[in-house]
């Protein structure tokens, strides 16, 4: 299957400071990639959708100005979270879209914790 | 209110024994998939299904979509412990996913 990865696969930072979060296929090229977070003992809820080379798309109740997405090139996305606070600590998940079977494989996660 | 309903919330059985876990909707998808998620770790991918009516077989585990569309079993025959894990089904619409709640499977040795 297609290989997607994170980095950092955790991060603990102080409330208030900004959290960069990169998200990379490693061998396959995706136009589209996605930001999900996960709370414990929860399913998977979509933040956003990352289109290479134009603005991400965010679901009813995300702050943009708040998780900053940026997809620069076919194999990286990036999600920042800025101004963290407590309630931002979660799991984050990234996956990429293989167009010519409409699957997405996911990244390994990142935990935030904000302290 | 999630678009996907999945079932059982919790699965605890006996190694050897077989287990289903369900996935149903209102809404039509595209496709849909199964995924299967460790503890800190990304979800990985099973299976993806596409056709009405599809079945699918990886090794033990048999995935069957709809006729309609809307809704997916997930089937594991003589469960083994190393099956243990959560169970999620996400269907595609839009080239988006939505997630089931999840199914917290343990096979006990």
């Known amino acids: 299957g297609a290989v997607v990865s994170q980095h950092p696969s955790r991060v603990i930072c102080k409330s208030g400071t900004s959290v960069k979060i990169e998200c990379r296929s490693l061998?396959?090229?995706?136009?589209?990639m996605f930001w999900y977070r996960q709370f414990p003992k929860q399913s998977l809820m979509l933040m956003a959708t990352?289109?290479?080379?134009?603005?991400?798309?965010?679901e009813q109740g995300v702050e943009k100005d708040k998780f900053l997405i940026n997809h620069a090139s076919l194999t990286l996305s990036t999600l920042t979270v800025t101004s963290a606070h407590p309630e931002d600590s979660s799991f984050y998940i990234c996956?990429?879209?293989?167009?010519?079977?409409?699957?997405?494989?996911f990244g390994p996660g990142t935990r935030l914790t904000v302290l | 209110t999630q678009l996907l309903e999945q079932s059982p919330q919790f699965l605890s059985i006996q190694e050897g024994e077989n287990l289903t876990v369900y996935c149903n909707s209102s809404?039509?998808?595209?496709?849909l998939q199964w995924y299967r998620q460790e503890p800190g770790e990304g979800p990985v991918l099973l299976v993806t299904?596409?056709?009405?009516?599809e079945v699918k077989k990886l090794k033990r585990l048999t995935f069957q979509f709809g006729d309609a569309r809307k809704d997916s079993s997930l089937h594991i025959t003589a469960a083994q412990p190393g099956d243990t894990g959560l169970y999620l089904c996400?269907?595609?619409?839009?080239?988006?996913?939505?997630f089931g709640a999840g199914t917290t499977v343990t096979v006990r040795a």
């Open positions: 996956s990429g879209r293989i167009t010519s079977t409409d699957t997405q494989y």
């Open positions: 061998d396959f090229q995706a136009t589209t």
């Open positions: 990352s289109n290479e080379g134009s603005k991400a798309t965010y």
């Open positions: 809404s039509v998808f595209s496709s």
């Open positions: 299904v596409v056709t009405g009516g």
């Open positions: 996400a269907g595609a619409q839009d080239y988006k996913l939505s």
